[in-house]
């Protein structure tokens, strides 16, 4: 019999792009059988597929879900707002509301401007800091992630030379090469772009160091260049300010997205008091970008994390997971490498090259009610609570002993 998610499945290939009718990282065609494409709801920690399947959420939506699903003071903020009006002939309120909860909020921000998606705010940045320095080069680490727009899309299919001809490349944590794209520059940088630590897809996760970060602030210093931190993804996890407020190192811009509105559409770009002339000088706009709906459930989400200690509650819930993950991969004789910070976790076992016991381990998981992505880093929630972590743990022990069954039997590998 053929299956709700099938069904769906179908018929958007009918009338969709791709296979299974689904493109960019939604699509489940790269991911191992049993994975649904199409979901019904979420609630707290939870979703549920349309074939009524319910799974531990350690994906989180891909980030934009910080407090869980339908927080209900953010829906009711939402709710609140829907009901005077969304998308105006003009913004309301809530825009500058929030703009000056930014620049309260986020270390060395004086300004404040939105859009809707990663990309835009990304995008904003390297212009910004272009129309700032009249130059064209910005400085990207190898493999980084920095959204979908033709200068910095991972396929370049569609798109041409000269978008990437602004980029120039460097390795993460690595100042020398830094310096060497500095050098193949001859010095012509307008921005520094980097994410607060190397969470590339299919790798393990990699912290900035202290001296990398703080080098990177020496060099744009030099330059006069402008240091961009690509907070969208792990912004508002780590830290409530910048990301890197802990070492001491402020951005000049910063693009933000995904948690600060948990789950509604916004993005934001923050930057200094030096770069506002700049900023005023580019053109960029969007016709949902004033919506005030979104605006509205950011400033609900972003007063949770405050009042309620959101950070340090994300980051002992992904503790508590990471320890139980080590128990029981050394139960059953497995070596794991746990990477990245304990709020954005990520588990490969050692020796798994070509990651078939990760993809095993995520598939038994799924079987058994944990949804997790065996090639991109997850995400935990507020409402991932002690007991939402031990049904995770619950799920994950079959899922390891599956992994030992297989390196035993010589299936996926010694």
Same mark, same amino acid.
């Given at each position: 019999?053929?299956? /709700?998610?099938?069904?769906?499945?179908?018929?958007? &290939? %009918?009338?969709?792009?791709?296979?299974?009718?689904?493109?960019?990282?939604?699509?489940? &065609?790269?991911?191992?059988?049993?994975? /649904?494409?199409?979901?019904?709801?979420?609630?707290? %920690?939870?979703?549920?597929?349309?074939? @009524?399947?319910?799974?531990?959420?350690?994906?989180?939506?891909?980030? /934009?879900?910080?407090?869980?699903?339908?927080?209900?003071?953010?829906?009711?903020?939402?709710?609140?707002?829907? !009901?005077?009006?969304?998308?105006?002939?003009?913004?309301?309120?809530?825009?500058?509301?929030?703009?000056?909860?930014?620049?309260?909020?986020?270390?060395?921000?004086?300004?404040?401007?939105? &859009?809707?998606?990663?990309?835009?705010?990304?995008?904003?940045?390297?212009?910004?800091?272009?129309?700032?320095?009249?130059?064209?080069?910005?400085?990207?680490?190898?493999?980084?992630?920095?959204?979908?727009?033709?200068?910095?899309t991972p396929r370049l299919d569609g798109t041409i030379a000269e978008d990437r001809g602004g980029v120039e490349r460097y390795v993460f944590n690595d100042l020398a090469s830094v310096e060497a794209a500095v050098q193949r520059r001859d010095g012509d940088v307008a921005g520094i772009l980097v994410s607060p630590f190397k969470h590339d897809a299919g790798h393990d996760q990699e912290l900035v160091t202290a001296e990398f970060a703080r080098g990177l602030r020496a060099i744009c210093d030099r330059l006069g260049a402008a240091l961009i931190i690509d907070e969208v993804r792990a912004g508002f996890r780590l830290n409530l300010g910048s990301s890197w407020d802990d070492l001491g190192v402020a951005a000049d811009l910063s693009a933000w997205g995904k948690a600060m509105a948990? @789950?509604?559409?916004?993005?934001?770009?923050?930057?200094?008091?030096?770069?506002?002339?700049? &900023?005023?000088?580019?053109?960029?706009?969007?016709?949902?970008?004033?919506?005030?709906?979104?605006?509205?459930? !950011?400033?609900?989400?972003?007063?949770?994390?405050?009042?309620?200690?959101?950070?340090?509650?994300?980051?002992?819930?992904?503790?508590?997971?990471?320890?139980?993950?080590?128990a029981q991969a050394e139960a059953h004789g497995l070596a794991i490498n746990q990477t990245g910070p304990p709020q954005m976790p990520y588990l490969t076992f050692e020796g798994d090259t070509e990651r078939r016991r990760l993809r095993l381990f995520a598939q038994q998981a799924l079987a058994n009610g944990l949804f997790l992505h065996p090639g991109h880093n997850w995400f935990l929630s507020l409402a991932h609570t002690d007991a939402e972590i031990d049904r995770a743990l619950e799920a994950s022990e079959p899922a390891f002993a599956a992994v030992r069954d297989q390196v035993e039997a010589g299936a996926v590998g010694a």
């Open positions: 019999m053929t299956t /709700p998610n099938a069904a769906l499945s179908s018929r958007a &290939a %009918a009338v969709m792009p791709w296979k299974d009718g689904l493109y960019g990282h939604m699509t489940t &065609a790269s991911l191992p059988s049993g994975y /649904p494409q199409f979901y019904e709801r979420g609630d707290a %920690a939870r979703v549920w597929d349309v074939d @009524g399947n319910s799974y531990v959420d350690l994906m989180c939506s891909w980030g /934009p879900i910080v407090l869980g699903h339908h927080h209900p003071d953010v829906d009711a903020a939402a709710g609140a707002q829907q !009901a005077l009006g969304d998308v105006l002939n003009g913004p309301g309120r809530p825009m500058v509301e929030l703009a000056e909860l930014l620049t309260d909020t986020v270390s060395g921000a004086d300004w404040a401007m939105f &859009a809707k998606n990663g990309t835009d705010a990304t995008t904003i940045c390297t212009m910004v800091a272009r129309a700032a320095t009249g130059r064209d080069a910005i400085l990207v680490a190898e493999g980084a992630y920095h959204g979908s727009a033709p200068w910095c948990n @789950g509604y559409a916004l993005s934001a770009v923050t930057g200094t008091a030096s770069l506002r002339e700049a &900023a005023t000088r580019i053109y960029v706009t969007g016709s949902y970008w004033y919506g005030n709906v979104a605006m509205a459930a !950011a400033l609900a989400t972003l007063k949770v994390l405050r009042e309620e200690d959101g950070i340090a509650r994300l980051r002992s819930a992904g503790q508590r997971l990471r320890d139980g993950f080590a």
